[in-house]
């Protein structure tokens, strides 16, 4: 089945300990998208890639690093700077500039202790 | 300019009852405006969109209203269900534009 596989679904750290999120797509987009999912704040745009090796910051960048090597994937490390790591996060791709839908993952909650 | 506020945070309605989530929204450049549905533990997955050359647009019991003038637009869910039970989120983008802008969400509760 074609969709966006995030993993894994739950993840435990300790302070001060980088984490990556893996998101991986078989639905050939060329767009991929990081959102953090807060109650009462919406989905906010950390990073997102239009092409292989290129990305740009979202609104809420700070304390996060992403690649895209392959078309396919799209890793998210969460970085010791990032303040409030604790939350919810949703990788999404898209396809043509002319479709506007996101296709989201399952999402990845992250708990820092 | 680039926020889209999005009303009320969470919604409890009566089975069968109407459930109505309003969004605002500043660019006047906006012209793509989509509602997502995700169930808990999930992602949002879109449910019905709507682009400002029409003012109304129905699919089954899920209703967009738009309103060009007034910078607002409406999902109106007819005959709620309790399978309805969501969180509700509006978003708006630009055509081409690679970024979507999302609302706050609304936590939609439909009593049996």
């Known amino acids: 089945d074609g969709g966006i596989t995030q993993s894994p679904k739950y993840l435990f750290r300790k302070e001060g300990q980088n984490v990556t999120l893996s998101c991986e797509q078989n639905l050939n987009h060329d767009a991929m998208y990081w959102y953090r999912q807060d109650p009462g704040q919406g989905l906010r745009l950390i990073y997102y890639s239009q092409i292989v090796n290129d990305f740009q910051k979202g609104d809420i960048a700070e304390g996060y690093s992403v690649s895209r090597e392959k078309k396919e994937s799209f890793p998210l490390t969460v970085t010791s700077a990032q303040k409030n790591p604790t939350a919810f996060y949703l990788c999404a791709s898209r396809g043509g500039r002319a479709s506007g839908e996101l296709f989201f993952g399952e999402g990845s909650r992250l708990t820092v202790l | 300019q680039q926020q889209v506020k999005q009303s009320p945070q969470s919604l409890i309605v009566q089975k069968g009852g109407i459930s109505i989530i309003n969004c605002a929204y500043e660019?006047?450049?906006?012209?793509?405006f989509p509602w997502y549905q995700q169930f808990p533990g999930k992602g949002p997955a879109l449910l019905i969109a709507i682009r400002p050359d029409v003012s109304e647009k129905k699919e089954g019991r899920f209703t967009i209203s738009f309103n060009k003038s007034a910078k607002q637009f409406s999902l109106h869910i007819m005959d709620s269900q309790p399978g309805d039970s969501a969180t509700y989120f509006c978003a708006a983008s630009i055509q081409g534009a690679q970024k979507l802008v999302f609302g706050q969400g609304t936590r939609l509760t439909i009593n049996p």
């Open positions: 660019n006047t450049a906006f012209d793509y």
